[in-house]
């Protein structure tokens, strides 16, 4: 069985990685932050989980801000699961208290042994419902903070065009950069 050597890694982020890996963002996020890398028994680099540390009074958090990015050639499940095992033991041993989820830009295909597992999916809600049927799924206290807000005089507009753009890594993202015009950034 091949394993990988989790140990910290020099960041060398380029356009075919996810935003979220790059020095920039990690460093936007504060603190401390870095790339754990999963190095084989060659010692070449076959994959990198940048983190950040959040410190809190008595407390050092690490925040993976992506899964587990295979460089060159996709890791297995199990190397993958081999090598979060020694992500999770390099940050017992640096003295990290806890490791918290992300947001949704950092879903794992597996896990490491002792971790706390919990379902994750996609909620689709079918929009052309009646209002009545689509509130009757939200829970009573929304339904009243909603009540509240739009009583309040809150509105929600949306733009009559979403401009997306595909990136480099093939994501369609949000177009902040000429919000309000066209969008002069976008290469087809």
């Not at 996810?18 to 070449?44: C, D, M, Q, R």
């Not at 390099?90 to 706390?116: E, K, L, M």
């Amino acid at each position: 069985m091949k394993s990988l050597i989790a140990a910290p890694a020099e960041i060398e982020w380029h356009s075919g990685l996810p935003i979220y890996a790059s020095e920039e963002f990690l460093k936007s996020e504060g603190g401390e932050f870095g790339w754990i890398g999963g190095t084989n028994h060659t010692g070449v680099l076959r994959c990198v989980l940048p983190y950040t540390v959040i410190r809190k009074p008595g407390l050092r958090m690490i925040r993976f801000q992506t899964e587990t990015i295979s460089l060159q050639e996709e890791i297995s499940l199990e190397e993958e699961r081999i090598f979060l095992n020694g992500v999770v033991k390099f940050f017992r041993t640096a003295g990290a208290d806890i490791i918290i989820p992300s947001g949704n830009h950092a879903i794992f295909r597996t896990y490491p042994d002792a971790a706390i597992v919990g379902p994750y999916g996609t909620f689709v809600n079918q929009l052309d419902r009646t209002e009545e049927a689509l509130m009757g799924e939200v829970r009573k206290t929304f339904r009243q903070n909603i009540r509240k807000a739009t009583a309040a005089g809150v509105q929600i507009t949306l733009p009559t065009t979403v401009m997306l753009v595909l990136n480099r890594n093939r994501f369609l993202v949000p177009c902040t950069c000429c919000i309000g015009r066209p969008c002069e950034s976008f290469e087809p």
